[in-house]
């Protein structure tokens, strides 16, 4: 699996990631959540996606990779879900990271996002400062931003953050003209989440899910002409290989889901053409499409 570099953190990525968040299905055992997530690893995946928010994801993690430690990125967010502190303070983020490192038994955790963090709370600074903190004290290696429009824009430009997580899909291209180009030019890499958004066309109905519910009448909207592929190649090659993008962290329980998204990332980008029809089909339908959280 060919990687690629994550901005300027000195981290390299595979350009197909992992997103543990369905890890906190409990319709998946322990043994299912085990066999999958050396499944990642035995494919040469390194970079593997979690967050506070994701219930059982990050202990699984803990509990089924830490001995392969090594041999994978660990991303996180955090921000809020720690009993003694307010969400969003200096202390509740410093004892974040510290209760993920221990939850996925690891002294040092790769990335650490805040994860969707309001604009007046990043501007204020407490937050950003605690993340800087505890990259100085050894506990993370990149300091990075996860989310969206303003706040993503802000997290760019202000210079504090190695690298940003943010959607990127057929469904979500706004961040490709507006906020990627940005993060190119000051070096900030960037991991695209919701890289199939959510797979939307499996469903006959509207989800009742606030962003596949978007994304489902984005899709109707934008009648696009898969070209001849199966939805999901069309969908992933454009996201993992859209310009700027390092990483594209697609979710699923599925080992079978898994290794086809391997195979699709294998084939490399789309051609030039359906790239290009993509990007225009989603410019035509436009409706003020902000990108989703
Ligand atoms: N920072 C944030 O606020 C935020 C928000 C959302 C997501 N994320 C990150 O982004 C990752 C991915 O997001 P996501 O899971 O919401 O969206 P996604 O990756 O766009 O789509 C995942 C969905 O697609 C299905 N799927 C996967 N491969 C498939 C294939 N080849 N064919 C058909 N269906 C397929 C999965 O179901 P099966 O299990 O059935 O395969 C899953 O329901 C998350 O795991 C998380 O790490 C971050």
Known sequence: MK??????????????????MHLNDKRTSEDDACRLLNQVLDAGINLIDTARGYGLSEERIGRHIAHRRGEYVLSTKVGYGIPEYADWSYGGIVAGVEAACQRMRTDVIDIV???????????QGDVVRALEDCQASGKLRVAAYSGDNAELRWAIDSGR?????????VCD????TQHLPQAQTRNVGVIAKR????????????????AEGLYWDRFRAMGLDPQGLEWDELALRFSAFAPGVASAIVGTRKPANFQRNLDIVNRGPLDEATQALITRTFSACDDDWSSII
């Open 113 to 123: 996002h805040l994860h969707s963090c309001p604009l007046q709370v990043l501007a």
């Open 173 to 176: 291209q706004f961040n490709l």
């Open 195 to 210: 890289p199939l958004a959510g797979a939307i066309w499996r469903f006959v109905d509207r989800p009742a899910d606030y």
């Open 3 to 20: 990687k690629s570099a994550l901005g300027q953190t000195g981290l390299w990525v595979s350009v197909l990631g992992f997103g543990a």
């Open 161 to 169: 953050f190695g690298s940003v997580q943010t959607s990127v899909s």
